[in-house]
Nanobody, 124 residues
Framework: QVQLVESGGGLVQAGGSLRLSCAAS?????????MAWFRQAPGKEREFVAA???????YHTDSVKGRFTISRDNAKNTLYLQMNNLKPEDTAVYYC?????????????????WGQGTEVTVSS
């Protein structure tokens, strides 16, 4: 069983930056999983943000392209999301997710493991 723990959220002004981290532990093999970030704003459905496969194939949703960058350090079993030029509409709880496959899917149902989330608030 894989455990995922996010950190790095907080309150930031529009135009600012944050770096989220997701530490993985447990019985799974981090380096064999596709890792992803999702977010859920108040009153909205959870949405895909970015993902990175075992072979370093990367995909970012259009609304964050050029501002957010997903990366992973397999030696540290850690996933990151560098978020620059933050906007108020980026305010959400951000979740780390993992799936036992080397493909990216955008649906949250495609991911086997989830963290508890870290809250990001962007003020205008």
């Amino acid at each position: 069983q894989v455990q995922l723990v996010e950190s790095g959220g907080g309150l930031v002004q529009a135009g600012g930056s944050l770096r989220l981290s997701c530490a993985a532990s447990g019985g799974g093999t981090f380096s064999s999983m596709t890792m992803a970030w999702f977010r859920q704003a108040p009153g909205k459905e959870r949405e895909f943000v970015a993902a990175k496969t075992i072979k370093d194939v990367t995909y970012h949703t259009d609304s964050v392209k050029g501002r957010f960058t997903i990366s992973r350090d397999n030696a540290k079993n850690t996933l990151y999301l560098q978020m620059n030029n933050l906007k108020p509409e980026d305010t959400a709880v951000y979740y780390c997710a993992a799936r036992d496959a080397d493909t990216i899917v955008l649906a949250s149902t495609g991911y086997n493991y989830w963290g508890q989330g870290t809250e990001v608030t962007v003020s205008s």
